[in-house]
């Protein structure tokens, strides 16, 4: 069976900062690996995805993830944050081998603070 | 404009009453998913439809039916509605392909079960 877990269920930073949202994950075969992020009363939208290739992958806003397969790790991280990055932010993994089933992990809010 | 429509966006409902929750894309997607969203346990998926007449379960199921007859629509239907059925539902879709994952999420039905 394949999981995510992201071990912080909040993560604060101050506006210009850093930012890493940590994500790992198991599967059996090959990981596709994807990012999404929720606004407040709002859908899921697409921020970036790991297929294959460069394990640094560049998304929306900004955006970009380190693949780490050793770690089994997928870390979310934008070099300067900004308050309108604050939401809750969800990674998924699917098996490239398996189905089509996408699971996700529980999420992490993001606060910037000003 | 490409979009996913989900009707209604909100409903308070009693136990037992059937209801039907309506899922829309005007994409063309093949892959069309159902999920449901509880505070500390993130997105987990209910059923899923890879094309017209083809879904399968994904990983809370019970007490849910869907149908997929035409391309563009994926409704879901609770027989009999419970409380522990109370909850935020995202329909979503994506195109075919390693794209499969890249979902478009509708806006969300938040409903009360009662």
């Known amino acids: 069976a394949q999981s995510v877990a992201q071990p912080e269920d909040q993560v604060n930073v101050a506006e210009g900062n850093p930012l890493t949202v940590k994500c790992t994950y198991s599967?059996?075969?090959?990981?596709?690996l994807f990012w999404y992020v929720q606004y407040p009363n709002r859908g899921l939208q697409f921020l970036l995805k790991?297929?294959?290739?460069?394990?640094l992958v560049k998304g929306s806003y900004g955006f970009e993830a380190e693949f780490n397969k050793s770690q089994t790790s997928f870390h979310l991280k934008k070099p300067s944050a900004l308050v309108s990055d604050s939401a809750l932010y969800f990674c998924a993994v699917r098996d490239g081998a398996g189905s089509y089933q996408l699971t996700f992990g529980k999420g992490t809010k993001l606060s910037v603070i000003p | 404009e490409a979009q996913v429509t989900q009707n209604p966006r909100y409903l308070i409902t009693v136990t037992g009453k059937k209801l039907t929750v309506t899922c829309s894309q005007n994409?063309?997607?093949?892959?069309m998913s159902w999920y449901r969203q509880d505070p500390g346990l993130g997105l987990r998926q209910i059923y899923y439809?890879?094309?017209?007449?083809?879904?399968d379960k994904g990983d809370v199921p019970e007490g849910y039916k869907v149908s997929r007859k035409e391309k563009r629509n994926f409704p879901l239907i609770l027989e009999s509605p419970s409380p522990n059925q109370t909850s935020l539902y995202f329909c979503?879709?994506?195109?075919?392909?390693?794209?499969?994952?890249?979902?478009?999420f509708g806006p969300g039905t938040r409903l009360t079960v009662l």
């Open positions: 439809s890879m094309n017209v007449e083809v879904t």
């Open positions: 994409m063309n997607h093949e892959y």
């Open positions: 979503a879709s994506s195109a075919r392909g390693t794209s499969y994952n890249e979902q478009f």
């Open positions: 599967v059996s075969g090959n990981p596709y």
């Open positions: 790991y297929i294959t290739g460069d394990n």
